[in-house]
């Protein structure tokens, strides 16, 4: 997943980044308090507040950039002042601290949505995007610019107050669809028989359910049962993977949507897609449609031989039912051992946790010429978190927490969350960044260690690489920081390193099996490799189908029973039927979550990350190569085009080519 911020995200106004830089020495940060309780949450909360408030109330009123400076700063502090408390609303298995938490996140939020509509604001960051002196200046006015017209900073009063309110209530839809996947702890009840066909880290820590297991409902079990569970098992717990957040998560959904055809309407957009990408790479719903209906198009027949050949399969165990959804993973699962000899639960085996968190590490301190140093105690939110600084040279320069053990309340899925700003202060110094990977990893068996899939090893190089964006960057504002670039390039700088799990070399290193420590064989390694793109059609039409529906919902023909929708794109876009009685979009958090009208991004940005790959393809881990790569994409931040960035560290043009050949799609 992208990176995420702790709390609640506001459309158009400064919500997260961090940043790190310059020749200033780094400030003394104050600790943050994950244990504080729900008044001590409210308390903190509100002084934060009271002090923002009093910053905005003194700021100067010209000229224009002072204006946007002081807003700048005054944001970026009370972002540090309630790190802790933003994040617990995302991650607290405590109720009353998570509505505390949520609490203070929508306190924020209505704050941001009253500085966007700042007409005040709007007019001093218009008038500084045009006449301020130093580039960077001017794109920090030009964000508060852009984020004022699409609040409605320039629209009448009686409108604007109007926006507002609709913004408003559109945070609170948000939040709410976000706090009820925290929420959601679903079990399924499998018998004995069942269970038996499971891996033992799935039947780790299991509770009785009359004669039966309760299996929760989580990312992790989900492809260990889809691997390996029988039929009728499958299916109930696909059935109840795809029923999390449930009818009250769909109502918000289709709320929220109608929420924003009105303040893209208000704003003067034709529709909310339209309003959303206009800042961004591709400009236009019509240019990111283009790419995700070409991919599809050109991968829907291999993914329906994909298909017809995983359901030969079934039928020759003699099953003459229809293919379905819960038996994709099955079959893919029997097909990669009978045609590359890959024993997935057997391959899990060289991943165990403990051996590959330290390892991949490792792979990042070789590439970017930096140590990871553990700081003993963490004292972090929960037991089993770690922390690292992070030291380049003799210097610390900022510091990530990695929490991947399965705990109740957090999401499904691992994410990488930027805890801190790292900016330059008005006294010159600079704040450290903070960041994290917060996941529900796989369970240990008893008296195992905890095993990765290579899946999920390619996950942990993902949002590492997030990590290294949020907190390598030199941008001198929060606001134009690392991560906080164009919405459809911010994956890029972490699906490079999706390779790395893929490389043979770095397979080897990073790989050592239980019980003896040994790596990752190089014939197997290889056959790992060779069947990377084996299902190439069904993951990327399905990731196609993905990114078609969230543009349909954001545009000119939005409205209707959005679950109707999720049926004819799936229908249309993939080679799988479609299956009535759930709602997957009850749980597509990138629709509620930050990236509404943005999945394409993930297609998008893909073909620039595989283009900057073949800058390291050569040698993988030269450390030349990493620091180039460092100084020319992750440093400049969201102070520049992507694009520039891209063709700055490649010496060329960034073009296509990489992506469609590593998806065998002959150009």
Known sequence: MGVQVPGVQVRGVLIWGVLIGGPAAHATDAPFDWHAPPAQIAATCADALAATRAQLAARPAQPPFAVVLATENAVAALDEALVAQRLLADISADDAVRAAASDCAGAVAALRIELAGDPVLYAAAAAAARDAPDAIDRALAAHYAEAGRRSGAALPPQRRARLRTLLERLQKLESGYIAALGADRRTVVFSAAEIAALPESARASLARAGDGYAVPVDNHRYELVMRHAPAAARERYWRAYFAIGGRANVRRLEAALALRRDIARLAGCRDWATCQLATRMAATPERALALVDDVDATLLPRAREEIAHLASIKRADGDLGAFAQWDYAYYQTRDERARFAIDSEALRRYFPVERVVPAV???????????????????????????????????????????????????????????????????????????????????????????????????????????????????????????????????????????????????????GRVGDGAPLPADLAARLV??????????????????????????????????????????????????????????????????DAAYYGYLWSLVYAQDLYTAFAPRIDDPAVGARYRRAVLEPGGTENPEVLVERFLGRKPNAEAFYRDLGIAR
Request: aromatic share 14%; charged share 20%.
């Open 361 to 511: 590490l490792r792979e990042y301190e070789r590439l970017f010429s930096l140590r990871f140093v553990n700081i003993e105690p963490a004292r972090a939110w929960a037991d089993g978190v770690e922390r690292y600084a992070i030291v380049d040279g003799d210097a610390t320069i900022g510091e990530f927490y990695l929490d991947l053990a399965p705990r109740a309340g957090k999401f499904l899925r691992p994410a990488n969350f930027a805890l801190r700003s790292g900016r330059l202060r008005p006294d010159g110094t600079y704040t450290r960044p903070v960041s994290s990977i917060i996941g529900n990893g796989p369970a240990a068996a008893p008296g195992e260690p905890a095993l990765f899939s290579h899946r999920e090893l390619a996950d942990f190089f993902h949002e590492f690489g997030h990590v290294m964006h949020t907190t390598l960057s030199t941008a001198r504002y929060a606001t134009l920081y690392g991560a906080n670039t164009r919405m459809d390039f911010t994956e890029a700088p972490s699906q490079i390193f999706e390779n790395w799990a893929w490389h043979p070399d770095v397979l080897a290193r990073v790989s």
């Open 530 to 595: 060779a069947a990377r793109y084996a299902s190439a059609g069904a993951t990327w039409t399905r990731q196609a189908m993905f990114a078609a529906y969230d543009l349909s919902l954001h545009g000119p023909d939005a409205g209707g029973d959005t679950t109707r929708r999720w049926r004819q794109f799936a229908k249309k876009y993939t080679a799988l039927a479609p299956v009535r009685g759930v709602t997957p979009q009850a749980s597509f958090l990138p629709l509620m979550g930050g990236y």
